[in-house]
């Protein structure tokens, strides 16, 4: 694992970017999620990882990207998504009235 998690959140979001298809980018994403549990990372630090992965390649503009690296991003924010709900599966949505 890198120094610190902003480093290793650095380098995963350039391994999705250049991912040369959405396979590798769950295997990495996977292999990230592994390695944090592998050094029992507190789950709300998770969950602020991952909130920072989607705002990364939020920060991204869409013409900066080739279709594949728009491939790669959008099963980042998939698994991101996923991973949370897996994280905290109690969360609520609150409802409009």
Same mark, same amino acid.
């Given at each position: 694992?890198?120094?610190?998690?902003? =480093?290793?959140? &650095?380098?995963?979001?350039?391994?999705? $970017?250049?991912?040369?298809?959405?396979?590798?980018?769950?295997?990495?994403?996977?292999?990230?999620?592994?390695?944090?549990?592998?050094?029992?990372?507190?789950?709300?630090?998770?969950?602020?990882?991952?909130?920072? @992965?989607? $705002?990364?390649? =939020?920060?991204?503009?869409? =013409?900066?990207?080739?279709?594949?690296?728009?491939?790669?991003?959008?099963?980042?924010?998939?698994?991101?998504? @996923? &991973?949370?709900?897996?994280?905290?599966?109690?969360?609520?949505?609150?409802?409009?009235?």
């Amino acid at each position: 694992m890198a120094k610190n998690l902003d =480093d290793y959140r &650095c380098k995963l979001v350039s391994k999705i $970017l250049q991912a040369p298809t959405t396979d590798h980018v769950t295997r990495y994403f996977n292999a990230a999620i592994r390695s944090l549990k592998e050094h029992k990372v507190n789950g709300y630090v998770t969950k602020r990882f991952l909130d920072k @992965i989607e $705002l990364e390649l =939020d920060s991204i503009q869409p =013409d900066q990207l080739n279709t594949q690296q728009l491939y790669n991003r959008e099963k980042a924010y998939q698994l991101t998504a @996923i &991973c949370k709900l897996q994280l905290f599966p109690t969360a609520t949505i609150p409802s409009i009235a």
